[in-house]
């Protein structure tokens, strides 16, 4: 069983910064491709970022420009680095990972999340 715990949320003033990470841990196989969820209050989770293993990476339109992504494969981890934050950034944010099985098996996970709140 894999987990996925993300940290780093937290409360900041418009045009500050933050940085999230996620880290897998458990039985871990082989991890593919992971990203960076988040869903507002009354909203749809929406994607904000993701990254292939071969670093591969696609951004939502809104976070262009402001936030980057990025893995680490020794530690089996995924960050987002936030820029210029804004109170419309203010969501909770949640780490995916596709864990590969076999060749023919994947299983997504999830993390519980972690709020951020942009507000001055």
């Known amino acids: 069983q894999v987990q996925l715990v993300e940290s780093g949320g937290g409360l900041v003033k418009p045009g500050g910064s933050l940085r999230l990470s996620c880290a897998a841990s458990?039985?871990?196989?082989?991890?593919?491709?992971m990203g960076w969820y988040r869903q507002a209050p009354g909203k749809q989770r929406e994607l904000v970022a993701t990254i292939t293993r071969s670093g591969f990476t696609n951004y939502a339109d809104s976070v262009k420009g402001r936030f980057t992504i990025s893995r680490d494969f020794a530690k089996n981890a995924v960050y987002l680095e936030m820029n210029t934050l804004s109170p419309e950034d203010t969501a909770d944010y949640y780490c995916?990972?596709?864990?590969?099985?076999?060749?023919?098996?994947?299983?997504?996970?999830w993390g519980q999340g972690t709020l951020v709140t942009v507000s001055s």
């Open positions: 458990g039985s871990i196989f082989v991890i593919g491709d």
């Open positions: 995916k990972a596709v864990v590969i099985i076999t060749p023919a098996r994947s299983l997504e996970v």
